[in-house]
């Protein structure tokens, strides 16, 4: 699985998401964190091979959540599915 790491200056919280590579929400999602500078990491799902998209979609209903992306896990507990700006200002404290 290829976790790719953005770097960014508000490094507060551990803040990692779930993507689909074409997905324009979750691009939309990546912009948002980088436009307010938040240091994340994220997966594309569909990138990854047939048994790392079992232990990811595993990992998100086993946190509560459905399979829908982008998926962001904030400090390992907080979940937000969607393009949510406001849920994500709101969990990250911007």
Request: hydrophobic share 35%; net charge positive.
């Amino acid at each position: 699985m290829k976790i790719v790491k953005v770097n960014g200056k508000k490094r507060k919280h551990k803040v990692f998401m779930y993507a689909i590579s074409t997905c324009a929400w979750c691009k939309r999602t990546k912009q948002f964190l980088k436009d307010n500078n938040v240091e994340f990491e994220y997966v594309d799902v569909d990138l990854c091979n047939d048994e790392d998209q079992g232990n990811i979609e595993k990992d998100i209903t086993n946190r509560g959540g459905r399979l829908s992306y982008p998926t962001l896990i904030v400090d390992g507990k907080i979940l937000i599915t969607g393009f949510k700006p406001d849920k994500i200002s709101e969990a990250l404290r911007l």
